[in-house]
């Protein structure tokens, strides 16, 4: 079955704790992003990788890392630095030319 | 600046009817692609329709089309006949080259309500 997998579907953060989102993708897509999206709001690219082991900020990469080792995954670590994760998380893959790929996003909160 | 404009934050439709959401756009460069996708309550990006710069006839998919005027730089989705399961968020967005490959820019979204 192809597709985009993010886990977890529901992630709460203690004060002070990095929390790491998943996403796997089996579509052999070059391409990977994150995005934020506050509630009624539109999405804000946080970092993208067009290749393994490259990637780049996006506009609001301040208090998020990412990883992009294997071609299928790229996940993204929500640090102590970013005071405010509460929001909900989406990754998406694409081809070059191609439309974009959605997962089914991560809700991140506060505890 | 801002790259993609959708300057209706929300929009009511009788069901069967059309409607049309706008979405204007900035950029300098001549090989683009714009995007329509709608997220329903559930949360998730489902792609509608798909418009390349260099397309001379407009997007069509099943009920949506892409009103496509490159001069003037918009690029309206029309929902024909409304249901009421088109009831969401629609997200204009554009895709640009860039050093490093390409990058998706979106608009601040329309909510589309249909009413019975």
């Known amino acids: 079955d192809g597709g985009i997998t993010q886990s977890p579907k529901y992630l709460f953060r203690k004060e002070g704790q990095n929390v790491t989102l998943s996403c796997e993708q089996n579509?052999?897509?070059?391409?990977m992003y994150w995005y934020r999206q506050d509630p009624g709001q539109g999405l804000r690219l946080i970092y993208y990788?067009?290749?393994?082991?490259?990637?780049q900020k996006g506009d609001i990469a301040e208090g998020y890392s990412v990883s992009r080792e294997k071609k299928e995954s790229f996940p993204l670590t929500v640090t102590s630095a970013q005071k405010n994760p509460t929001a909900f998380y989406l990754c998406?893959?694409?081809?070059?030319?191609?439309?974009?790929?959605f997962g089914d996003g991560t809700r991140l909160s506060i505890l | 600046a801002q790259k993609i404009t959708q300057t209706q934050p929300g929009m009511f439709v009788q069901e069967k009817e059309a409607v049309t959401l706008d979405c204007t756009y900035d950029?300098?460069?001549?090989?683009?692609?714009l995007f329509w996708y709608k997220q329903p309550s559930s949360g998730e990006m489902i792609f509608l329709i798909y418009?390349?710069?260099?397309?001379?006839q407009n997007a069509t998919e099943g009920r949506y089309s892409l009103n496509f005027q490159k001069a003037r730089k918009s690029a309206n989705l029309v929902i024909s006949a409304s249901q009421l399961g088109d009831s969401a968020m629609y997200f204009c967005?554009?895709?640009?080259?860039?050093?490093?490959?390409?990058?998706?820019?979106f608009g601040p979204g329309t909510r589309l309500s249909v009413l019975p």
């Open positions: 998406a893959t694409s081809r070059r030319g191609q439309p974009q790929h």
């Open positions: 579509l052999n897509h070059d391409a």
């Open positions: 990788s067009q290749i393994v082991n490259d990637f």
């Open positions: 950029t300098s460069d001549q090989s683009y692609g």
């Open positions: 418009q390349g710069s260099y397309d001379e």
């Open positions: 967005a554009m895709r640009e080259p860039n050093n490093y490959g390409q990058n998706f820019v």
